[in-house]
């Protein structure tokens, strides 16, 4: 059966540093990847998403990016962090080669800025 | 543009009743609908998924239906119980999800 892993599970980050999110999907190949934000007391906003190794497309315009290194795994980064950067972040996967196929999510990390 | 609502926003039922919960989207030209279930502090776990050419899915006490041309659909859930509390969330596919901001339920003993 297929599993999907994120890490760490929270994180508090000081404005102005660093940040790498990490994302693994096992037991399918090929995944759409997906990078979610929810923010507190707003709905889910696709941040980035990928069909294949080194593909991303971005939603919203911010100082985040998302990498895929490997067909599984699923990165998203920033160089400097935001107070508005913020939230619950939420990776997902869906089957890539039949289209509009289901989400699965991970358990989610939970990020403050200070 | 795309925009997904869900009524209630909240819910607070003893336990034993009989649940509709509301979604409800502007634009019909979607591909299928999924409901998911968020507890507090957790991922989404996938409940159901209806395709657009599907009036409706079961999953054991959890029934779901789509009216595409109106743009509703409706999470049925028969005979609550206390551990069906959590955020019930609806999401349109167009090739990509756009969420409703969910309904809190409360089932309580």
């Known amino acids: 059966s297929q599993t999907i892993h994120q890490w760490p599970a929270t994180l508090v980050q000081p404005v102005g540093s660093p940040l790498s999110l990490e994302c693994t999907v096992e037991?399918?190949?090929?995944?759409?990847l997906y990078w979610y934000r929810q923010a507190a007391g707003r709905g889910l906003q696709l941040l980035f998403y990928s069909v294949g190794i080194g593909q991303i497309s971005s939603e919203v315009p911010q100082n985040l990016s998302a990498s895929r290194p490997q067909d599984r795994q699923f990165i998203l980064s920033s160089k400097k962090l935001l107070l508005s950067d913020s939230g619950f972040y939420l990776c997902?996967?869906?089957?890539?080669?039949?289209?509009?196929?289901?989400?699965?999510f991970g358990d989610g990390t939970r990020l403050s800025i200070l | 543009k795309q925009e997904v609502t869900q009524i209630p926003a909240a819910l607070s039922v003893p336990e034993g009743e009989n649940l509709v919960l509301n979604c409800s989207f502007t634009d019909s030209a979607i591909y299928n609908l999924q409901w998911f279930r968020q507890d507090p502090g957790k991922g989404l776990t996938s409940l159901l998924l209806?395709?657009?050419?599907?009036r409706e899915q079961t999953s054991g006490r959890l029934n779901a239906s789509l009216d595409k041309s109106s743009g509703r659909s409706t999470l049925y859930i028969a005979a609550s119980q206390p551990g069906d509390s959590a955020t019930y969330l609806c999401a349109v596919n167009t090739d990509k999800l756009i969420f409703g901001t969910g309904t809190r339920l409360q089932v309580f003993p």
């Open positions: 209806i395709q657009s050419s599907q």
């Open positions: 037991g399918t190949s090929n995944p759409n």
């Open positions: 997902a996967w869906s089957g890539g080669l039949v289209p509009n196929q289901p989400q699965h």
